[in-house]
């Protein structure tokens, strides 16, 4: 077997950045919690944990468990794994040579510098050197998807990235603690008041027309003000399904980041 690469989290930015590495023929697993928290799930691995398979643009992840991944691997899927701590870097079976962080929890991570070979942190959280080898900015603008060997990305503004002129407002959040409850589909259009979902008996209305890009997986429970949801006015159903170009950029940050090791780029394809 060839080396792997470990990348934490299968939300929507990390499933780019896996999409990109394994369209460059690296071999790639990925660990997620339980119940997985992504918004954009057409276009998150991380939905293989609760349907078993997903495939994005063509890609294909499969839950697995740790005694499954070389099967998966062979038979040209990635693996999810159910793996909150990264247990399965401590594996002898699988030889991990680079370590990505994609699970943007905007914190210091609790893996250091010691994880692999080359550790890779994606945005806020990670400072190149001390907690990390490499850090790929994650923040829109000229400096989104580089690789920085020292320092820190931008910190995280907790303002929304605008889109078609809509920021907060295009975010859903939980109005309550309690058990999500889905009445409409991601990919469907909505109108403005439509009632999206409910939790605890308090309705998520969309607050102006426009298409559903995400929703956290009906039957989650989540606690009030989290992200739930994602309001795209573009009102285009086909940008659902697709990933962004935010996602991508941050994957060839990723991609470059692991090239420009010299030491393990042979070591990659054996």
């Not at 994957?251 to 054996?270: K, Q, Y």
Request: aromatic share 4%; with cysteine; net charge negative.
């Amino acid at each position: 077997m060839g080396a792997l690469i470990l990348l934490r989290g299968g939300g929507d930015l990390a499933s780019g950045v896996a999409y990109r590495l394994y369209r460059a023929g690296l071999k790639v697993v990925i660990t997620e919690l339980p119940e997985p928290l992504a918004v954009r799930r057409r276009v998150a691995f991380a939905e293989a944990v609760y349907t078993g398979r997903h495939t994005v643009e063509g890609v294909t992840a499969r839950r697995a468990t740790p005694d499954e991944v070389d099967d998966v691997l062979g038979e040209g899927d990635i693996p999810v794994v159910v793996d909150p701590a990264a247990d399965i870097l401590n594996d002898s079976r699988y030889p991990f040579l680079v370590l990505v962080d994609g699970r943007m929890t905007k914190r210091p991570p609790d893996l250091g510098l010691d994880a692999a070979p080359l550790v890779i942190g994606l945005g806020p959280g990670f400072v190149a050197g001390e907690n990390c080898h490499a850090v790929v900015e994650t923040h829109r603008g000229h400096t989104l998807g580089r690789v920085y060997w020292q320092g820190a990305p931008l910190e995280d503004t907790g303002i929304p990235e605008a889109v078609a002129g809509h920021r907060a407002d295009r975010v859903l959040r939980a109005p309550a603690d309690g058990v999500l409850k889905a009445y409409v589909e991601i990919g469907e259009h909505l109108e403005q008041g439509q009632v999206i979902a409910d939790v605890a008996g308090q309705p998520i209305r969309a607050p102006f027309g426009g298409v559903l890009r995400g929703l956290v997986h009906p039957g989650l429970r989540v606690q009030q003000g989290m992200k739930v949801g994602d309001l795209d006015p573009r009102d285009d159903p086909r940008y659902c399904t697709l990933i962004s170009d935010k996602s991508l950029a941050i994957g060839g940050g990723v991609l470059e980041a692991i090239l420009s090791r010299v030491d393990l780029r042979a070591r990659l394809w054996d």
